[in-house]
């Protein structure tokens, strides 16, 4: 038997049909509630089962009756559908620890290959699980088995055999580019490059992503003059350097030269911004001890042993602002000039 297994993407719509028709060239069709079966030239004699997860969705196509079941090995199982086991099943899970990551494997290896059995039947859900086993292994004669694959737990019947194949499929967005895009901009602002990078890691079209962004454009969504200004004015209640601020921006995708024109208006106040940083750690470390010469008190140890104190005290207060400065994006020369202005 052979599986084929599609990884899902956030976001995008996975209907069997659709992925049956894209892979096989088959059309899907139920008969109501039960088993789906296939038409079109080159379906006749040929059977079908499918599984889907959240994560994942899997199909077998074989020349006889097939059933497929398929659950993440993450998922999480409450004790009490045991319940709705067969008997024996109950008591082979009864040795095991309830709930225990054993446990939930056994479970989901007998529900599986039921689940498997009942599609192989065309009985989907609607059959009694608690009226067969499926613990010696084959039922009626017919094959009955499972397996993991990475991180999932497969069941299947009509077959003792499985080989998983990763198939790719281009399923297509529950969103539009352009929705999708607006949805976001609802959350926060973007520049137009990052609204186009995040686009792009979705795997949306070029074509399609740069009429989005055009169209937000036009209705004034996107902005980069007024985000590099928002930018700027948030940079300064900050405290932030003009040279951060203009990087910060650079990074947002916004035009150099009008990353450099916005950050320009706060070149002028970096050392006035710089001095007020610097202030506030002065502020909560008690402001800044008086290290006087030795000679000045005295040449006894206690009077040189209060002058080092003091002297390591100011040390690590100017550490703690040189460090914070610079953080911030200033230059060596404002706090240089910074901490010569403090320690006056």
């Not at 900050?238 to 951060?244: T, V």
């Not at 040449?299 to 953080?327: D, F, N, P």
Request: proline share 3%.
């Amino acid at each position: 038997m052979k599986i084929s297994l599609i990884r899902k993407e956030r976001g995008r719509v996975y209907k069997s049909a659709d992925i049956v028709r894209a892979l096989f060239g088959f059309e899907l069709d139920h008969d109501g509630e039960c088993a789906p079966h296939l038409k079109g030239p080159g379906s006749e004699g040929l059977f079908i089962s499918v599984s889907d997860t959240v994560n994942y969705w899997a199909c077998c196509i074989e020349p006889h009756p097939v059933g497929l079941d398929m659950e993440e090995r993450s998922r999480v199982v409450k004790p009490r559908v045991a319940k709705k086991l067969h008997k024996d099943e109950q008591q082979y899970l009864a040795a095991l620890s309830e709930g225990g990551s054993e446990w939930t494997e056994e479970f989901l290896s007998i529900w599986t290959r039921k689940e498997a059995w009942s599609k192989y039947k065309g009985m989907g859900l609607s059959l009694d699980f608690s009226s067969f086993s499926v613990l010696d292994g084959s039922l009626e004669g017919v094959p009955v088995a499972g397996f993991t694959y990475r991180n999932l737990v497969f069941g299947i019947a009509g077959d003792d055999k499985a080989t998983v194949q990763r198939a790719e499929y281009d399923a297509p967005f529950k969103k539009n580019a352009l929705d999708y895009a607006a949805g976001l901009l609802d959350a926060r602002a973007y520049s137009s490059a990052e609204l186009k990078k995040k686009l792009e890691s979705r795997g949306y079209a070029a074509e399609e992503i740069a009429e989005a962004l055009e169209k937000l454009k036009d209705y004034g969504y996107i902005n980069d003059g007024a985000y590099a200004e928002n930018m700027v004015r948030r940079g300064s209640e900050q405290g932030k350097s003009s040279r951060r601020v203009k990087a910060e921006l650079k990074l947002k995708g916004i035009d150099p030269d009008a990353a450099g024109e916005a950050a320009e208006e706060l070149k002028e106040g970096d050392y006035a911004r710089a001095l007020k940083e610097a202030e506030k750690i002065l502020e909560k470390a008690g402001g800044l001890p008086y290290a006087c010469r030795e000679d000045d008190i005295g040449r006894t140890e206690e009077a040189r042993e209060r002058v080092r104190e003091a002297y390591a005290k100011r040390q690590k207060i100017y550490g703690k602002i040189s460090r914070r400065l610079a953080a911030l994006g200033y230059e060596a020369s404002v706090i240089y000039s910074v901490l010569e202005e403090i320690g006056r």
